[in-house]
């Protein structure tokens, strides 16, 4: 289970006793999970992240409310929470490569 709190770190053990390369691929990542991803592709050093989100988290979160900004258009908030995962994504890169280029 990726939500369980010990899981990075179990991941993380297995990476490094294994010497192994990553790709984090997240498949019909609902809600808060495409966040979950990006957090375990930044703690593990995965080579990559692939996401694939299904629907964005719920208002009553309050994770990214940008996303629910002036608008009940399920196609314009989907559309809004791709971007804020692009960016989180490009955050991320950032710091996988030591910061700005």
Do not use: K
């Amino acid at each position: 289970d990726i939500m369980q709190p010990d899981f990075v770190e179990r991941l993380r053990n297995e990476h490094l006793r294994e010497n192994l390369r990553y790709v984090v691929l997240g498949m019909h990542c609902c809600g808060e999970l495409s966040l979950r991803a990006l957090e375990i592709f930044n703690a593990i050093g995965a080579e990559a992240c692939f996401l694939v989100p299904c629907c964005f988290p719920s208002r009553a979160s309050g994770i990214a409310p940008e996303v629910y900004d002036e608008t009940n258009s399920q196609d314009l908030m989907y559309l809004r929470w791709a971007e804020h995962l692009r960016m989180a994504a490009a955050a991320t890169a950032d710091s996988h490569r030591g910061g700005n280029d």
